[in-house]
Nanobody, 117 residues
Framework: QVQLVESGGGLVQAGGSLRLSCAAS????????MGWYRQAPGKQRETVAR???????NYLDSVKGRFTISRDNAKNTVYLQMNSVKPEDTAVYYC???????????WGQGTQVTVSS
């Protein structure tokens, strides 16, 4: 079955950096578009960044120029490099496939990112 395991979150000061990882299994990773999503307390989940199977990327406007999504198909892993983080980036971060996001399935436990001011 599909498994997505996020890691790399933690407490970081504003202006700092974090690198999130998502290890995927149970499906053909290289054939799937992948995304990073986040949910802050009291807010809806939002799409932070996506990367297609071909490597094209797109980003939430508020993270453009600060975050970078990448993938390693040999390791079945998608990454989110977070630079110049801000307190408003505080949230639980999740990864998922396009399909999983659309149908509301495959969500992992997420990884907590807390940015202190």
């Amino acid at each position: 079955q599909v498994q997505l395991v996020e890691s790399g979150g933690g407490l970081v000061q504003a202006g700092g950096s974090l690198r999130l990882s998502c290890a995927a299994s149970g499906f053909i990773f290289a054939d799937n578009n992948m995304g990073w999503y986040r949910q802050a307390p009291g807010k809806q989940r939002e799409t932070v960044a996506r990367i297609t199977s071909g490597g094209s990327t797109n980003y939430l406007d508020s993270v453009k120029g600060r975050f970078t999504i990448s993938r390693d198909n040999a390791k079945n892993t998608v990454y989110l490099q977070m630079n110049s983080v801000k307190p408003e980036d505080t949230a639980v971060y999740y990864c998922n496939t396009d399909f999983g996001y659309t149908v509301g399935s495959y969500w992992g436990q997420g990884t907590q990112v807390t940015v202190s001011s």
